[in-house]
């Protein structure tokens, strides 16, 4: 069984900062690649970038050169650290084990003057 549980949501001004954690349970999370999906109200959850077991990374358009993903594989964490928040970053935030079913359960990033 395979746990993934988030922090570091909050409420932020536009053109701040957070970060996000995910923290796995289990021993197979290097094994495999990671992924940070977020969905906002009325909206299809989307992916918003991954990150594979030896560290090659993707990102959507409309996060490039603001998130940045990374893994560590001791800790079993995953970060996704978000510069220059905007308004329509404002979603719920779930981590995922790629090629699994195993989702987080979301943290909220408001973003907000």
């Known amino acids: 069984q395979v746990q993934l549980v988030e922090s570091g949501g909050g409420l932020v001004q536009p053109g701040g900062s957070l970060r996000l954690s995910c923290a796995a349970s289990g021993s197979i999370f290097s094994r495999y690649a990671m992924a940070w999906y977020r969905q906002a109200p009325g909206n299809q959850r989307e992916l918003v970038a991954s990150?594979?077991?030896?560290?090659?990374?993707n990102y959507a358009d409309s996060v490039k050169g603001r998130f940045t993903i990374s893994r560590g594989n001791a800790q079993n964490t995953v970060t996704l650290q978000m510069n220059g928040l905007k308004p329509e970053d404002t979603a719920v935030y779930y981590c995922?084990?790629?090629?699994?079913?195993?989702w987080g359960q979301g943290t909220q990033v408001t973003v907000s003057s």
């Open positions: 990150i594979s077991s030896g560290g090659s990374t």
């Open positions: 995922k084990l790629s090629g699994t079913a195993y």
